[in-house]
């Protein structure tokens, strides 16, 4: 079973930026799709970005695209997410998850296609 570890959150000014980072606990982290969600207080949980196993595909969303890029490094069984123009709306636990369909060319944004799940880091952005 995979382990997901977020780490990098932190409390930012608006304008700022954060790079979040997420370690994976095997080797073969490499073969999965990845994403990253948020959910802000009250709110649902919320897609925000994911990129292909290979790294070769990625898919954000509105609200972040331009802002955010989602990236991996396979060797070193980490996937980031560096933000940048951070928004008080941004403000939210991040977490990271696993899409365990191995050398899948997709990217996938629906909560319910993901099979693991880290324990989630918080921003928080202050105006």
């Known amino acids: 079973q995979v382990q997901l570890v977020e780490s990098g959150g932190g409390l930012v000014q608006a304008g700022g930026s954060l790079r979040l980072s997420c370690a994976a606990s095997?080797?073969?982290?490499?073969?999965?799709?990845m994403g990253w969600f948020r959910q802000a207080p009250g709110q649902e949980l919320e897609f925000v970005a994911s990129?292909?196993?290979?790294?070769?595909?990625?898919y954000y969303a509105d609200s972040v695209k331009g802002r955010f890029t989602i990236s991996r490094d396979n060797a070193k069984h980490t996937l980031f997410l560096q933000m940048n123009s951070l928004r008080p709306e941004d403000t939210a636990v991040y977490y990271c998850?696993?899409?365990?369909?191995?050398?899948?060319?997709?990217?996938?944004?629906?909560?319910?296609?993901?099979?693991?799940w880290g324990q989630g880091t918080q921003v928080t952005v202050s105006s």
């Open positions: 095997q080797r073969i982290f490499g073969n999965y799709a």
């Open positions: 990129i292909s196993w290979s790294g070769g595909s990625t």
């Open positions: 998850a696993a899409q365990f369909t191995p050398y899948s060319s997709r990217t996938y944004y629906r909560v319910h296609e993901y099979d693991v």
